[in-house]
């Protein structure tokens, strides 16, 4: 269970920054602009990383109610231990969490450091 636990931790993590990576780059004009009018590159970090975050916290909340919806038919198959038990569900949350914006910093690095010349002439 572990093994396919983490396996999935990583198909997260590599779908996220496929994402992000793939919204960096569409945005690549915009981030060359607000470069060239004086934004700083740790500026722009963080508005891919918050980007990322509030996608991020809307994934956690629509994955924590699937969860709870669907604790009752999981409630069967533990064995002394609550199906809705907080700890648990804070845990995985926080995990997916860090790997998120793991996952989001290399693209927000990456967009930090675009050439403002080089990104304006992209059509």
């Known amino acids: 269970m572990t093994g396919f636990g983490v396996i999935a931790l990583a198909l997260a ?25 004086g934004a700083t590159p740790s500026a722009v970090r963080r508005l891919v990383v918050a980007r990322g975050l509030a996608l991020t916290a809307a994934g956690l909340a629509l994955g924590l109610i699937g969860a709870v919806a669907v604790s009752g038919a999981a409630a069967s198959l533990l064995y002394e231990v609550n199906a809705l038990d ?29 050439d403002p010349q080089a990104g304006l002439r992209q059509g």
């Open 86 to 114: 907080v700890a648990t569900y804070l845990a995985a949350m926080l995990c997916l969490a860090a790997v998120a914006v793991a996952a989001c910093w290399l693209p927000a690095h990456r967009a930090s450091r675009v």
């Open 13 to 37: 993590a590599v779908g996220i920054y496929g994402v992000f990576s793939y919204f960096v780059g569409e945005r690549t004009r915009e981030i060359a602009v607000r470069l060239a009018l």
